[in-house]
């Protein structure tokens, strides 16, 4: 069973970086796709990017923006997610989830984390 956990959220200024982890608890971590998602108050949940276990294969969203980078430890099972010169429309919970494929379509993927706030301030 897969058990997604985030952590690494936080109040930070304009212009800061952030690294955002999600560990799996689970069994499946290397055989699955994993993905990051951010949800602002309001806002439908939004694709920031996702990787495959081989780690050679990234997939980002546009609003990565090229300003987030994602990787995986497959050994210690940990996804990161990080970010840099953070904006306040960066403000989000930060979800991370597991597939079976790369998808933008949140729908499509199976297990969540719980999510884990950012807060961008100015």
């Known amino acids: 069973q897969v058990q997604l956990v985030e952590s690494g959220g936080g109040t930070v200024q304009v212009g800061d970086s952030l690294r955002l982890s999600c560990v799996d608890a689970g069994r499946t971590f290397s055989m699955r796709a994993m993905g990051w998602f951010r949800q602002a108050p309001g806002k439908e949940r939004e694709f920031l990017g996702a990787i495959r276990w081989t780690r050679t294969g990234v997939t980002y969203g546009n609003s990565a923006e090229g300003r987030f980078t994602i990787s995986r430890d497959n050994a210690n099972q940990t996804l990161y997610l990080e970010m840099t010169r953070l904006k306040p429309e960066d403000t989000a919970v930060y979800f991370c989830?597991?597939?079976?494929?790369?998808?933008?379509?949140?729908?499509?993927?199976?297990?969540w984390g719980q999510g884990t706030r950012v807060t961008v301030s100015s």
């Open positions: 989830a597991a597939g079976n494929a790369i998808m933008s379509d949140p729908a499509k993927y199976e297990y």
